[in-house]
């Protein structure tokens, strides 16, 4: 069964640009979770999506965003890029809304200079 | 926000020792998970307690939960090198739509 797949695993934008970062759920799976993680700090949440609607978003300004697509893939994008927006970005897919078991992909590396 | 905060933030140990972490967490939840990150790669699940379960058991990691004093901890008998790794705890709130909320980690050296 393939788990949890993010793309690009490697990314270098410039302050100011835009980026999309996509990520495909284990088959089954209807809820995705976006996390930010900035280096050696914890998870921080940014959006989970459930069914193609958007169900939570952390507290983040609203150059985060994203959406899920019918087959429950889904895209987080972010504009005008900052500095500080350098991070690992993770996503998560679950079968129970939030209640069980998070499967996570290995990341996109962002870097923004 | 922050539900969980670990401690200690590190922990570095002899290969062989017993390593534990502990958690605790702020709001009523239905469950508590502890995930492991080798270097900023993606997170893997370890293992889920309940809110009405006090301790669980798998392979060489042992958690207990104590929902009147909102911590958990996390033991790893024997620790082995391969071991190194952060370690995060995760809450499931009660509430609805409100996903798993993390912690800042702890991340634990094992030395051979």
């Known amino acids: 069964e393939a788990g949890v797949t993010q793309s690009p695993t490697h990314l270098i934008k410039t302050r100011g640009q835009q980026v999309t970062l996509r990520c495909s759920p284990i088959s089954g799976h209807t809820s995705v979770y976006w996390y930010q993680q900035a280096l050696g700090l914890g998870l921080q949440f940014l959006l989970w999506y459930d069914e193609g609607e958007e169900r939570n978003r952390g507290n983040f300004p609203p150059r985060f965003s994203g959406r899920q697509f019918p087959n429950y893939s889904s895209e987080l994008n972010v504009n005008a890029l900052e500095l500080e927006d350098s991070a690992l970005y993770l996503c998560a897919s679950s079968a129970d809304r939030g209640l069980g078991e998070a499967f996570f992909g290995q990341g996109t590396r962002l870097t923004v200079v | 926000s922050q539900q969980g905060e670990e401690d200690p933030q590190a922990l570095s140990i002899q290969e062989g020792e017993n390593a534990t972490m502990n958690c605790s967490y702020k709001t009523s939840i239905n469950n508590l998970q502890w995930y492991r990150q080798n270097s900023g790669r993606g997170l893997v699940h370890l293992i889920l307690?309940?809110?009405?379960?006090r301790e669980k058991h798998s392979g060489r990691l042992r958690v207990t939960l104590d929902t009147s004093k909102k911590s958990s901890s996390l033991l790893i008998t024997a620790s082995r090198a391969a071991d190194t790794a952060s370690y995060f705890c995760?809450?499931?709130?009660?509430?609805?739509?409100?996903?798993?909320?993390f912690g800042k980690g702890t991340r634990l050296s094992v030395i051979a």
């Open positions: 995760a809450t499931a709130p009660n509430s609805g739509n409100t996903p798993l909320v």
């Open positions: 307690i309940r809110s009405n379960e």
